[in-house]
């Protein structure tokens, strides 16, 4: 892993990366080990010198750390802080890292003790509320996404070390999945938060037929108040649209004017 490689006798520069997870289900971690097609050219681009589940070895000598997971306790504060420390970039790998991902639901509920009795009963852990990493360090980049895409890890990283800008599609879900030319889910009676939701995917979910659940957060123009407006019209309530826009902590800072106004939704279209 540690060789030389040239172009036209001139040196590449590999940087020297690792992966770290936090609270997470490694999900995002795997995408990259399954990527099995392009694992090699990608090993090729960089030294990977710490790994836990692709490799024993470990080092902190690195220049990227990718990190995965979310805070939920108090040691993993310190152990954050000390990665941020030795690495020169930070990234931030999904959703959990990103915005707390699914585990921020624990903070819906007001009493964290009995959350931690009923997940531990009398083997509790010191937990914490969950919350992503930059409340905590500062973070260089983020790659959205429940789980990330492999294909746009490998661009991201490509840009990175030959030095091109790097950038995340500023426009929503709807524009690929247009561009995929399938039909809206709306008219076939199934929610959806694609007018909202940072694109990149490729529209995963609904070029399968599953509506948006805004894994990737909000779009940089994302129009909350004019989802809510069409979630109305096809039939469904500010409920069923806050359980998407909360599921993945994206749109936190979007969310709370919509919970100060309930409205009844509309009878839904036939
Ligand atoms: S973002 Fe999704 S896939 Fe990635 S670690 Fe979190 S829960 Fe797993
Ligand atoms: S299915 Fe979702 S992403 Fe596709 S056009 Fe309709 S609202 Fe947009
Ligand atoms: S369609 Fe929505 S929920 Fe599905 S991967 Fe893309 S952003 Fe995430």
């Known amino acids: 892993m540690d060789q030389q490689l040239s172009y036209l006798g001139v040196p590449l520069t590999r940087p020297k990366v690792a992966f770290f997870d936090f609270t997470s289900c490694e999900g995002c971690q795997l995408q990259i080990l399954n990527n099995e097609a392009t694992l090699l ?9 710490n790994f836990r589940e692709g490799m024993s070895e470990k080092s902190d000598n690195y220049d990227i750390a990718f990190i995965e997971g979310s805070i939920s306790r108090p040691d993993e504060i310190k152990r954050l802080e000390a ?15 990103c915005f707390g991902g699914v ?3 624990k903070n819906r509920f007001n009493d964290l003790n009995w959350v931690k009795k009923e997940v531990y009963g009398d083997f509790p852990i010191e937990t ?12 260089d980049l983020k790659i959205y996404g429940c789980p990330i895409k492999k294909e746009e890890v490998e661009k991201i990283v490509t840009n990175l070390v030959v030095g091109k800008s790097i950038t995340s ?8 999945c247009k561009a995929n030319e399938n039909i809206c889910l709306f008219e076939l009676g199934e929610p959806c938060l694609g007018p909202v939701t940072r694109a990149g995917c490729d529209a995963w979910c ?4 599953r509506g ?9 123009v994302a129009n909350v108040r004019q989802l809510e407006e069409i979630m109305h019209k096809y039939g469904f ?17 979007l969310t709370k004017e919509i919970k100060k106004t309930k409205k009844p939704a509309a009878k839904r279209k036939k």
């Not at 309530?237 to 800072?253: K, P, Q, V, Y």
């Open 41 to 49: 050219d990608f090993l090729n681009l960089v030294e990977i010198v």
């Open 83 to 97: 990665i941020r420390h030795n690495a020169k970039i930070v990234v931030a790998l999904g959703s959990c890292a």
């Open 103 to 105: 585990n921020q639901l």
């Open 128 to 139: 914490i509320e969950v919350h992503p990493l930059e409340k905590y360090v500062q973070v």
């Open 169 to 176: 599609p500023e426009y929503p879900v709807c524009m690929e």
């Open 206 to 209: 609904t070029n399968n037929r």
């Open 212 to 220: 948006c659940w805004g894994c990737r957060g909000p779009a940089d």
């Open 237 to 253: 309530s500010n409920e069923t649209m806050l359980d998407r826009l909360e599921c993945f902590g994206g749109f936190a800072s």
